[in-house]
């Protein structure tokens, strides 16, 4: 086991960056065989991936200790999995005249007629069982008659042979010579001659019974649907599984599988056999896309009437054209940078169209209000003097909101692609605004406004409107004096500082994301090692019966010894691999979104809590897995041990997970150590085999044969039809060691001449025993896992590994050395134990660490924006301070909705940061140009906040509005959250706050200033 475990991981660590997200190296070690996962860092080429990894083995192929053959190197990735996925199965009244064998060559037929689809890729069938050829043998016969299962096996391999011989000339033709033929079937099979006994001959059918049906794997497929009178039909089934091919359309590609299939039925599926769509990622994809573009129309419908009512119906028509336009730029953009229209991509253009149209509404509000001057000009003029009044400050707003969206574009890990689109679109869309707000829209705004016409009456000049004098009352009393000044400051101060407590009472929890409302769960079922496939069967029906009384829940698929068509979290997890008969999974398809009150995570809450009730046998653990709303990772709450020895290490695992298990919201715990598989040691007894002249070839190859099988060719039927595989090898009833496989020949042919045979049992010796634990190395270093579920009071790792540091300080070790803690990075010093966390948070503490880094460099970036567009170094912190006030909105807005601040609702604190000194930018711009006319600074201050206030209201009511149309989204909620709640605090804080500081930092004899 060593000898191949040291070569294999010196070599994958030459083809691999490893890192501890997004790449790495997990070896996996059981006996006689090893795995490495070689994860590459995100964006990698998959073909790239692959040709390095052949390359390296290839290599270093001299390396590979003799014996073991070349390593097996199979890709994975997201195009590997399946976005459509079609179960048969047949009524239940045909169900008895259905067999595996027959779902399978019926799934077969299917898969073949659907992979003509365009741009279908990887295919493959889960379940049912191909048509074999089997001889099988008896032992007592082969005894009887002195033959041994090497010569059976020889006659028919060597009866089943067709080649091609050569060429002849015959008749002036030159014709190919074809050799012998394929054994059809049962007579072919049974009628050959193997050896004579007493002058009688001896057949294969003597010795043997030949049978063809389906091969007798160890895995099962079940589809259960609810029927008529309240009770559930369970059926076999078989499930074929389509991928697509990297950078197609899975809508296209779904709906012309379904096409194709609606095509083949009643000709190809026959009428008592049903064909259920239990995967559809294209429907998916296409029902979310439907629903964000709807929202995207109903925002942008919004905006209108907002603008509508506040200006004019002109201006409105203005933004009506202002807002497509710029949208499809924005996707002419996404085009060339390489971004797909996904749902990460129209969130990203429901996330700036609130803010794509602050230009628009600052440019055709101040043409406007220049317009309801009157004094004389005309609309030209009047039109480019207000174009040219705001179009600095305009400029340096746009690219302050550039400057905070874009740092987010370097996040790492696995997060930072998958939420790329929003800030690479949201810069682009800002940057296209800015063109259209100051081409287009004063353009429209002339053509929608000739000379002559009368002013529209929200422009007509009556003092100041509305909210000017509503802004006068509440910004009177504060700038009056300066300690009122410093009294609102203060008191804004400890407002942000109070609702952060929020964060360290756990009033307000933090997650990586929150979790999405799918169609789709699984139970995944782990029985203790050598469990056989009746009592996965019968545990996963158990399951299932109690899965059956959850209302939502539509049709249930049950796989014993055979993984289900994994999704990307099954990617990740290596789902893909759970071939053996203690392993199996349940897939639950649940009522779609809009036919269930419940999402799909409290519906896993209460199947959690229903499972706890049922009787599992002693070891096995039953594990509710939901589809991942991002990156998924091998488990929510994940600790790897680390530690001199492997005692050490699996003696803190043990204790490691009884803490686990004393936290109450932390659930389906399991660990990567599991038990020894139980084994039969068959050895052979030396001095035995020597007095009976055996030869330990022999006795090793009648082992091999006899409890594995021997595949000895395949029978070519023609017509189009795949070959059959013949095989000889025991029927399952018969595989245990007892008396008649003891009795199965051997040849005793080390003496010349000598051709006798003798029983298998005279020459062997069987012993019970338990197999090897497994062994995991974590990027060279070994390393046991810990791993875990979070439901119910807290959800998010960082909680649960809060409580579990605590109980570790607290835990009596014994003899143990406490365990170090540490949450990034592997140990250097293994020479005492180290837990170290991984998983969700792994993914969490590097998202968030990128991103708080991006939000550095964003005020930096705004910082020399602003200091460039004033000309001052202090003046931009004055701009800058209104920035902290959005936390108020952000933490009561997560508090009063129950939601926990997530890596989108970090987004919306990062853009605010934009939009916020945006609204100051201009603020401050006009408080400037105020300064400069003999006017009191108060006066100034109060004149600037009014005539201020409506444009930056209306540009924070277009951004809430966008926000608004998302706030039910489970994913995206933090982030309109963040802008709904931000947005109101700040904005309303910031043209209070900004001249509150002015009154502080500026005494009477600098007013004039």
Request: charge should be neutral.
């Amino acid at each position: 086991m060593r000898v191949l475990r040291i070569p294999m991981a010196a070599q994958s660590k030459n083809f691999i960056d490893t890192k501890r997200v997004g790449s790495g190296l997990l070896m996996q070690t059981v006996d006689d065989r090893v795995m490495v996962t070689a994860r590459f860092v995100v964006g990698t080429s998959a073909d790239d991936a692959i040709l390095r990894a052949h390359e390296k083995i290839r290599a270093n192929i001299d390396r590979i200790p003799v014996g073991i053959p070349e390593p097996l190197i199979i890709g994975r990735g997201i195009n590997d999995v399946a976005a459509v996925v079609l179960t048969l199965s047949p009524k239940p009244e045909a169900a008895a005249r259905y067999t595996d064998k027959d779902l399978y060559q019926l799934a077969q037929q299917l898969q073949f007629e659907l992979m003509k689809t365009d741009n279908a890729g990887l295919s493959y069938i889960a379940g049912g069982n191909a048509q074999q050829i089997r001889v099988e043998p008896d032992p007592e016969k082969l005894a009887l008659y002195g033959v041994t299962l090497q010569q059976l096996v020889a006659k028919v391999r060597d009866a089943n042979r067709s080649f091609q011989a050569g060429q002849v000339r015959d008749s002036g033709t030159m014709r190919t010579v074809a050799a012998g033929q394929t054994l059809a079937g049962i007579p072919d099979i049974g009628l050959l001659l193997v050896t004579t006994r007493d002058g009688r001959p001896v057949y294969v059918r003597d010795v043997a019974s030949v049978v063809i049906g389906p091969s007798p794997q160890e895995h099962r497929v079940w589809m259960e649907m609810p029927a008529k009178g309240g009770h559930w039909d369970r059926v076999p089934a078989v499930s074929v599984a389509f991928a697509k091919r990297a950078g197609a359309n899975a809508v296209v590609v779904a709906e012309e599988l379904r096409a194709r299939l609606e095509s083949v039925q009643g000709r190809l599926v026959p009428q008592d056999v049903n064909v259920a769509v239990t995967r559809d990622y294209g429907e998916t994809a296409n029902e979310k896309a439907n629903e964000l573009l709807f929202h995207l129309g109903l925002a942008t419908v919004s905006i209108v009437v907002l603008i509508a009512f506040a200006i004019g119906w002109r201006e409105a028509l203005v933004t009506l054209v202002v807002i497509p336009t710029t949208i499809l730029l924005t996707l002419f953009a996404a085009k060339v940078m390489g971004y797909t229209i996904n749902r990460v991509s129209l969130f990203a253009l429901i996330f700036a169209i609130g803010i794509l149209v602050d230009d628009a509404i600052v440019v055709i509000e101040n043409i406007a209000r220049h317009w309801a001057m009157k004094d004389g000009r005309s609309r030209l003029q009047g039109a480019v003097e207000a174009v040219a009044e705001v179009g600095n400050p305009t400029i340096v707003a746009t690219l302050t909101v550039v400057a905070a969206l874009l740092p987010m574009l370097f996040v790492s890990g696995l997060m930072g692609p998958y939420m790329a689109p929003i800030p690479a679109n949201a810069s682009a869309a800002m940057l296209f605004s800015f063109f259209v707000a100051m081409v287009i829209a004063p353009w429209l705004m002339l053509r929608l406004h000739p000379e002559g016409k009368p002013v529209h009456e929200h422009e007509a000049p009556h003092g100041e409107d509305f909210l000017g004098r509503l802004y006068r009352r509440f910004a009177t009393p504060i700038v009056r004096s300066r300690r009122n000044a410093w009294r609102f400051l203060i008191g804004v101060g400890v407002a942000t500082m109070a609702v952060c407590v929020l964060f360290a009472t756990k009033n307000v929890t933090v997650k990586l994301l929150p979790f999405d409302n799918k169609s789709e769960m699984s139970v995944v079922v782990d029985l203790p090692e050598g469990a056989t496939l009746e009592d996965t069967e019968r545990t996963l029906f158990s399951i299932a019966d109690v899965a059956r009384q959850v209302p939502e829940v539509r049709s249930i698929e049950t796989y014993a010894g055979t993984p289900a068509p994994f999704n990307f979290n099954g990617l990740v997890r290596h789902y893909y691999i759970r071939e053996a008969a203690e392993l199996g999974e349940l897939h639950l398809n649940l009522a779609p979104r809009g036919e269930r009150s419940r999402s799909s995570h409290d519906i896993a809450l209460d199947l959690r809590a229903r499972l706890k009730k049922v009787a599992l046998p002693a070891g096995t653990v039953a594990r509710v897995v939901e589809v991942p709303p991002g990156p998924p990772v091998l488990s929510t709450l994940l600790a790897e041990v680390y530690g001199p020895d492997s005692a050490t290490r699996r003696a803190t695992a043990a204790e490691l997970k009884k803490i686990f298990a004393s936290v109450p919201y932390i659930v389906d715990i399991d660990d990567s150590i599991g038990e020894p598989r139980p084994r039969l040691r068959i050895s052979i007894d030396q001095d035995r085999l020597e007095f009976f002249g055996v030869e330990q070839r022999d006795v090793y190859d009648t082992i091999a044969a006899l409890f594995g099988g021997t595949t000895v060719g395949y029978s070519h039927r023609g017509e189009g039809r795949d070959p059959i595989e013949i095989v000889v090898r025991l029927p399952k009833r018969n595989l245990s060691w007892n008396q008649l496989l003891a009795s199965t020949p051997v040849a005793a042919n080390t003496v010349p001449g000598n051709k006798t045979v003798v029983e298998l049992g005279d020459v062997v010796r069987v012993t019970e025993e338990v197999g090897s634990p497994a062994i995991f190395r974590r990027d060279g270093r070994f390393a046991d896992m810990i791993m875990a579920e979070l439901a119910g009071t807290y959800e998010a790792p960082i909680y649960g590994i809060l409580d579990v540091d605590t109980k570790i300080a607290a835990h009596d070790w014994g003899a143990l050395a406490k365990p170090t803690v540490r949450f990034h990075g592997q140990p250097e010093d293994e020479s005492k134990p180290t837990i170290l966390w991984d998983g969700e948070w792994e993914i969490t503490y590097v998202t968030f660490r990128d991103m708080g880094a991006a939000f550095m460099v964003a005020i930096v970036g705004i910082y020399i924006l602003v200091v460039a567009q004033f000309g001052s170094f202090k003046l931009p912190l004055v701009i800058l301070t209104p920035i902290p006030l959005t936390l108020i909105g952000i933490v009561l807005g997560h508090w009063l909705f129950g939601a926990p601040f997530t890596a989108t609702s970090m987004i919306g604190f990062i853009a605010l940061a934009g939009i916020i000194v945006r609204n100051s930018i201009l603020l401050v711009d006009f408080i400037r140009h105020g300064s400069g006319q003999g006017k009191a600074l108060r006066e100034v201050l109060l004149e600037a906040g009014a005539v201020r206030f409506k444009p930056i209201l209306l540009t924070a009511l277009a951004a809430m509005i966008g926000a608004a149309t998302i706030l039910l989204d489970p994913i995206f909620q933090g982030l309109a959250i963040s802008l709904l709640f931000g947005l109101a605090s700040s904005t309303l804080l910031t043209v209070l706050v900004i001249p509150a500081i002015y009154v502080v930092l500026r005494d009477k004899s600098q007013e004039s200033r």
